[in-house]
């Protein structure tokens, strides 16, 4: 019955029954349109905070490298072994410690126990530069040269006779084809991935360390390093004589990363003679609102030691959020506004057909 009469009524006032449901639909829309800004707004300041503030390195803490003593040579050198046979193919790594001086490993305990600190870990940062290549060794050859001599010469006592067409004897060929490859390496604490160099990359080819591999001779290599030597899960490579053996290969999530080779830490430490050494702490703060006073913390307690934040750039980002949060409640205050205003000509509306009589 109320069915058949709201047909009869709608039927009866179109024009009008039409502007009372296209106020109904924009105010439905202005809503749901207020609420969506809102919510994409919310989510975008969650995923923008959480990718700096989140699973992540909130501060280094490094130590800046000492001058050189007086005489001692920092310069590369290369040694390589004399042998006869000619061709031979000979190689060298030099593997240096880079990103500072070398810090102790105890200090990433006392680091970890600092207040606001939430996890620490240490890695450490290795440049090898090794040479690959071979000799080849010349040939002496004698030049011979005629005279106007009857090629012999006599002399007194004392003297002598010589040859006076033979010349000085030259080398001929030989040299040496030598190749370079300088590439970086990080050894990682294995027992924690979730901070240092390589938690910004992402497998993508292999598996990553376990627990278990502190001091194996495995490796994750970098994509593009990978590409480059044609490695792929299962090669093999050396390292001052060690050889490993690619487990993984890592994509960086950020074109930041400049890591080639991941090692444990353990090996790293070998290979770089830096024994219970480290060139940089990562550190997560417990509240990332407070990463300013955390390293005010670590600076105090631990002297010489040099914190890198990412404060200024969480400062940046807060800013550009803040102004789109505004611009989000702006343009809310005004959709609200305007919904108010659309339910308002509604109700009028209604009231003014209220007041029509039926036969109307």
Do not use: C, H
């Not at 919310?42 to 005489?71: E, H």
């Not at 040859?163 to 190749?179: D, E, L, T």
């Not at 990463?291 to 670590?298: G, L």
């Amino acid at each position: 019955m109320f069915g058949i009469y709201l047909k009869r009524e709608l039927g009866r006032r179109k024009k009008a029954a039409l502007v009372i449901a296209m106020g109904l639909a924009l105010g439905i829309a202005l809503v749901i349109t207020v609420n969506s800004v809102s919510a994409g707004m919310n989510q975008a300041q969650d995923k923008v905070l959480k990718s700096l503030y989140g699973l992540g390195t909130d501060m280094t803490v490094t130590k800046a490298q000492s001058a050189p003593k007086a005489g001692s040579s920092q310069g590369p050198s290369f040694k390589f072994g004399a042998t006869s046979s000619s061709g031979s193919s000979q190689s060298s790594d030099r593997v240096n410690t880079q990103g500072g001086q070398a810090l102790a490993s105890s200090l990433v305990t006392k680091v970890a126990g600092q207040k606001g600190v939430a996890s620490a870990v240490g890695a450490l940062t290795l440049n090898v530069t090794k040479v690959d290549g071979s000799f080849t060794q010349g040939k002496a050859k004698s030049s011979t040269t005629s005279g106007s001599s009857s090629g012999s010469q006599q002399g007194g006592p004392g003297g002598g006779t010589g040859n006076s067409g033979s010349g000085q004897p030259q080398v001929q060929g030989g040299g040496a084809n030598f190749n370079v490859n300088s590439y970086s390496v990080a050894g990682i604490d294995v027992t924690d991935q979730a901070l240092g160099p390589l938690s910004t990359s992402k497998i993508t080819t292999g598996k990553t360390f376990t627990t278990a591999q502190t001091n194996a001779k495995v490796a994750v290599v970098s994509a593009s390093y990978a590409k480059s030597k044609k490695y792929k899960v299962g090669s093999t490579f050396s390292i001052s004589g060690t050889k490993f053996t690619v487990i993984g290969i890592a994509t960086p999530n950020s074109s930041e990363s400049t890591v080639d080779v991941y090692l444990p830490l353990k090996q790293a430490q070998t290979l770089g003679d830096s024994k219970d050494k480290v060139t940089t702490i990562y550190v997560k703060a417990t509240d990332s609102q407070q990463i300013s006073a955390v390293k005010s913390t670590i600076q105090k307690n631990i002297s010489g030691t040099t914190v890198t934040t990412s404060a200024d750039l969480a400062s940046t980002v807060s800013g550009s959020l803040s102004t789109a949060s505004n611009l989000a409640t702006s343009v809310g205050k005004w959709l609200s506004i305007a919904v108010l205003i659309a339910a308002f000509l509604v109700a009028a509306l209604l009231t003014s057909l209220r007041r029509v009589a039926p036969g109307a």
